[in-house]
């Protein structure tokens, strides 16, 4: 019993001897503190987390983390993460990301590591803005922003997060907010339990550089009415009151008012995370205000077979099979003839 | 079998099989070299073909050839010219006359050539008269209509009859050397052992090529004896396989795994494919989105304590280069193959150069060094692979193998190492003693740092890009960052201690001693021999250890008259040298054409500085 005890992590063990560098006021602070509680909880031996990153504000996170890191280079977190699952499968790695690192510079390595199912989970600091570099637009920006580089608006469509995730053959995508801890604790538990690769897009604040950009949907005063968040299982009811839902009307969502025109909670659409299709997941994910309540939670959360798992059956099929099991072996293989 | 009589004997003897790339002239000169290998005879083989898998039937372009230079002597090159052409229609002649000796021998297909054909093959008249073909043995076979009178009764389709051309003409070479059909017979039933009529129709055309070849009495057939080569088992090998196969006993003699993340490139890509195909030894096989990503995930591996390998071309290399940088800075082991060709760019992906000699040195943003070898010959390729890795994992830095598209794809007999012959190789993990773990602290002598693999309990710690203290603390103290590139300087000029001594072959004093390194190796070895045996006073050296150069290179440069370097490049070698040892003089023997050096060129220009 002692020794169980003695085990038991607690945030304060992740917390490394470094000193934090963000900004003052920044949603990064909000994020580490919520993945340092989920990680206390999983009941994983310290030595076995891996946080690998890429460029950027977020991806100094390694750093302040008493865990494995690695602070790589641009956009190639997720390709240095791969190798670590599959050089060893039983290490619970972390992709700390932002929206310039995994879906500009990053972009291919992102959709194809989604695409394999490697079992890492994947954060994403999406606050719409490059922070580092100081204040240019990134790939989630909204069409027409002003930036130091887009000096009359940008020209771009933004990437949606989930919509990628969901088109790169994604089982998992979750999306949080970064003040709201106990939400994203969570989440950051429940990808962690998830065999495979796990997208949990967080709607970070830049403080400096895109001040109160989620303001819109994430202010304490609005957020019950302009967010919704989601359960398995559960109807997909939000606002202040309790008193909205989303159904289905044709072949769109719809927002409507219980009580009203006769709507009553079992008219309501019921969340289901581990459906396959795609279908009512992706137009969830794709919810902007002021249409939708933007949908937090876990969106999608399908199983599937892991990457690595496959490349380890794999090669215990080789071995099984095989009538080679040493170099000598392969080099007295095929034909070798005498002198 | 054979009538006695006529037969002449020969030192070595150099064979061409060319035609259309879809003819399979790659397999006929596999099979005919097996076969000579199996018989005892030393070889060395060099395919060369285009880039398109299918490139327009009948072109120039779409010649694809397969050169095999057999010997009762040790053979080193593939031979500059040869002395039997085969040729399967008008631009196999059009492609290959000039690298055919004049009045050597020329077999072809004499029912492809056609009016359309040699048109096709950019001929204005008769190919006969316009490439003085009655100047050589030339032997004409109507191989189409005999195969196809062969094999009338099989109720095959005309196309399945006509692929077995091919076999009809190694049948011929065989006649003409004497050999036995019996391992290309056991190969084609291996082969075709779901369809017993294709074993058949591949037989009869082999044995017909075989009896025509004796009947026209048109050639005099040639007798090369076995080689005294030193007893052992042997096996064919090409320098690919022997670059994957060196990998793997290296994983095996340090205990770890090994990981592969590549991105197909040719002629790099039969490495990775060798690879892929060793689950049965564990191998951890990655066909990565990109270049980059083969090499980021191998990085990854490496962190977590495999032994990571990317292999790569020109190309590769250069989108390489920003992971090669982290490896440095991060001090993690890792092993980059370059499987040069020809460029800058795409350049020539099927043609082989040494041109990228100066990117692997020097093409990094930063103080970035990194080890540099390079293998000489499709075997040797296994020892240097070896030694890549034994580098990398001993010392925890990167390491640069050179390999080129001459050796890749060549082979040449090998004889069989065991593994109990090879060197140990001891990753420097971390120990429990040390604690608590310091990132950067080092070995004393070696400078390396050491390994703790995530999943080790009480050594979590942090690596990454950015300068760091020893301790693993970013860093932008300016004497910090000084002395942290010194040591990665240091740390990888201290591999010279175990770097072996550069060989002289010939006297080890002269008039001129021919430099080179990596794939011009036979070909300097031939020429250099020559000449010594005209009564030259000239001697070879070879470089495989290109950074850190061995110890003892301005001993051996200095007992010399004059110095050249002979290099498929501009002289990035020579250039090379003389920042390093500025005060000798470099003659250059250079040759940018895809194509390895020939013996006589090499010849010919060290005769000018003699």
């Keep these: 019993m002692d020794e169980i005890i003695n085990n038991k992590l607690t945030p304060k063990d992740f917390k490394s001897d470094q000193e934090i560098r963000w900004c003052p006021g920044c949603g990064d602070h909000a994020i580490i503190n919520a993945v340092q509680r989920a990680l206390s909880e999983l009941g994983i031996p310290k030595e076995k987390f891996v946080f690998i990153s890429g460029i950027g504000c977020s991806s100094r996170f390694p750093y302040y983390m008493n865990t494995y890191g690695f602070h790589s280079i641009h956009g190639r977190a997720s390709a240095i993460a791969s190798g670590v699952k599959m050089a060893n499968p039983d290490l619970s790695v972390w992709q700390i990301t ?242 | 079998m054979r009538k006695k009589g006529t037969v002449i004997e020969k030192e070595d003897v150099v064979i061409r099989f060319s035609g259309d790339s879809g003819d399979g002239m790659q397999l006929t000169g596999t099979l005919f070299s097996e076969t000579a290998a199996l018989y005892g005879n030393d070889l060395t083989t060099f395919p060369d073909y285009p880039a398109e898998i299918r490139a327009p039937q009948g072109t120039v372009g779409g010649v694809s050839g397969f050169q095999v230079h057999l010997g009762q002597s040790e053979i080193y090159t593939p031979g500059d010219y040869a002395d039997v052409l085969v040729a399967m229609n008008p631009a196999a002649i059009r492609a290959n006359i000039k690298w055919t000796k004049f009045g050597g021998t020329i077999i072809i297909d004499k029912d492809n050539f056609t009016e359309k054909n040699i048109e096709k093959a950019g001929y204005e008249s008769d190919p006969v008269v316009e490439d003085n073909l009655d100047q050589y043995n030339l032997i004409e076979a109507p191989i189409s209509s005999m195969v196809k009178e062969a094999l009338k009764d099989l109720n095959l389709d005309p196309k399945t009859i006509l692929r077995t051309k091919n076999m009809f003409a190694l049948g011929m070479v065989y006649w003409l050397f004497d050999r036995k059909l019996k391992y290309t017979e056991q190969y084609l039933e291996k082969k075709f052992r779901s369809k017993p009529e294709l074993i058949e129709a591949n037989k009869i055309a082999l044995h017909s090529g075989y009896y ?147 990117q692997a040195l020097f093409g990094r943003n930063g103080e970035s060094p990194v080890v540099v070898l390079a293998a000489s010959t499709p075997t040797d390729c296994f020892r240097y692979a070896f030694e890549a890795a034994r580098i990398a994992v001993e010392h925890m830095t990167p390491v640069i193998l050179l390999t080129d598209g001459y050796l890749a794809n060549g082979t040449e007999p090998w004889r069989v190492p065991a593994m109990k012959d090879l060197p140990e190789i001891h990753p420097p993990f971390a120990s429990n003693k040390d604690l608590p773990y310091v990132p950067y602290k080092r070995d004393p002598e070696k400078l390396s740092r050491f390994w703790a693999v995530p999943g080790t309990p009480n050594m979590e710690h942090r690596i990454g890009g950015l300068e760091k203290t020893v301790k693993g603390t970013v860093s932008y103290v300016p004497e910090n960052h000084e002395l942290m590139v010194n040591l990665r300087n240091q740390k990888v000029a201290r591999v010279a201690a175990k770097v072996p001594d550069l060989e002289v072959s010939g006297e080890e004093e002269g008039d001129l001693l021919v430099v080179g390194w990596g794939g011009s190796y036979g070909y300097r070895v031939m020429a250099v021999k020559e000449l010594q045996a005209q009564g030259y006073r000239i001697s070879n050296v070879t470089f495989n250890y290109i950074n850190p150069l061995p110890g003892n290179v301005r001993d051996v440069f200095s007992r010399f008259k004059k110095i050249v370097v002979c290099e498929l490049n501009l002289g990035q070698f020579a250039n090379y040298l003389r920042m390093k040892y500025p005060e000798f003089h470099y003659e250059q023997i250079t040759k940018v054409q895809g194509l390895p050096f020939t013996i006589k060129e090499i010849k010919e220009k060290c005769l000018k500085l003699l």
């Design chain 2, 212 to 358: 025509y070849a004796e009947t026209i009495e048109a050639l005099a057939p040639i007798r090369i004896n076995p080689a005294p080569i030193a007893k052992g088992k042997y096996r064919n090998i090409s320098g690919n396989t022997a670059t994957a196969w060196g990998l793997l006993a290296a994983a095996e003699k340090s205990g770890l795994e090994l990981f592969i993340g590549s991105y197909p490139i040719t002629p790099a890509t039969g490495i990775l494919e060798e690879l892929a195909a060793r689950k049965d030894l564990g191998v951890k096989s990655f066909q990565a989105e990109d270049e980059i990503a083969g090499i980021c995930s191998a990085l990854g591996a490496s962190f977590a304590g495999n032994l990571a390998v990317t292999t790569t071309s020109g190309p590769g290399l250069a989108l390489k280069s920003e992971a090669i940088g982290l490896a440095v800075m991060t001090e993690l082991p890792i092993v980059i193959v370059d499987v040069q060709r020809g460029g800058p760019s795409t350049g020539l992906p099927t043609k082989t150069e040494q041109a990228d000699l100066l």
């Design chain 1, 98 to 339: 932002g929206d310039g690192d995994a879906l500009a510079i990053g972009g291919n390595h992102f959709i194809h590591v989604v695409r394999r199912n490697v079992d890492i989970n994947i954060i994403l600091f999406n606050n719409e803005i490059y922070g580092l570099t100081k204040g240019q637009y990134s790939p989630t920006s909204d069409k027409g922003l002003v930036t130091k580089t887009s000096p009359y608006g940008t020209i771009e469509d933004p990437f949606s997060v989930g919509e990628l995730v969901i088109g790169a053959k994604g089982k998992f995508f979750a999306r949080t907010v970064d003040a709201n801890v106990t939400l994203s604790t969570q989440i950051y538990i429940e990808a962690a339990r998830h065999k495979g690769a796990a997208v949990i897009e967080v709607l970070q604040n830049c403080v400096i550089f895109n001040d109160g950009i989620h303001e819109k949907v994430t202010a304490k005063e609005v957020r019950d009415d302009r967010t919704l968040i989601l359960k398995h299982g559960e109807p997909m009811i939000f606002g202040k009151n309790n008193d909205k839902g989303l159904i289905l009307d044709g072949l769109k969502l719809k927002v409507v008012k219980l009580g009203e025109k006769g709507i009553r909670e079992k008219d309501i659409l019921v969340h289901d995370a581990a459906e396959s299709n795609p279908g009512i997941q992706y137009m969830l994910a794709n919810m902007r205000y002021p249409e939708y309540p933007v949908a937090l939670g876990v969106i999608r959360s399908v199983p599937g077979p892991t990457y690595e798992m496959e490349m380890a059956s794999q090669i215990e099929l080789g071995k099984s099979k095989s009538r080679i099991r040493n170099m000598d072996d392969l080099l007295d293989s095929g034909s070798v003839w005498e002198v």
